[in-house]
C-alpha cells in the first residue's frame, strides 16, 4: 500500500491575502514541513500520496485532492473557525512586535498562548475534516497555519 500522505500542497494564490514577512515566511515553513513529513487519509482512498490544493470559494474553505484513482472536493464552512483565528491573529501579531522589543520572559509567554490556540485549530480542522479525511496533530497544526493565510484579511494601509 502507498502511503497515504500529501505528495502536494498548493494554494490557490486569488484566495490568499497579502501578508507580512512574517506571515509569509510561516506560510512557506508549513509548507515544507507538511512536505517533509505528514499524514493525510481521505475516506475511501486506498493509496497516495496525494496532490491538495487550498482555497476559498463564496467564503467556504476548500479542500481539491487528488491521488490515484482518487479525486474529491470537501468544502468547509469558515464560521467555526473565525473567533479561533482571529484570536491567533491578534496574539501574532503580538508576538511579532515582541520579537523585536520585548523580554524573553514576555515572549515566551506570548508565544504559549500562540500555541495554545494553534492547537485549538488544529483540533477543530481535525473535527471538521472527522469522516473526511483523517490527519495527524502534526498535519493539523499546518495545515490550520495554511488556514489562516487563506483566511487573512488585507491590512489597511
Known sequence: MTALRLKTVEIDE?????ASRDVEHERQVAIFDLLEENVFAPAGAERGPFDLRLSLIEGRLVFDIQGPEYEKR???????FRMIVRDY???CESYYAAIRQSTPSQIEALDMGRRGLHDEGSRLLRERLSGKVDTDHDTARRLFTLICALHRRPTQT
Open 14 to 18: 486569488a484566495s490568499l491575502a497579502a
Open 74 to 80: 470537501h468544502v468547509l464552512s469558515l464560521s467555526p
Open 89 to 91: 491573529f491578534m496574539i
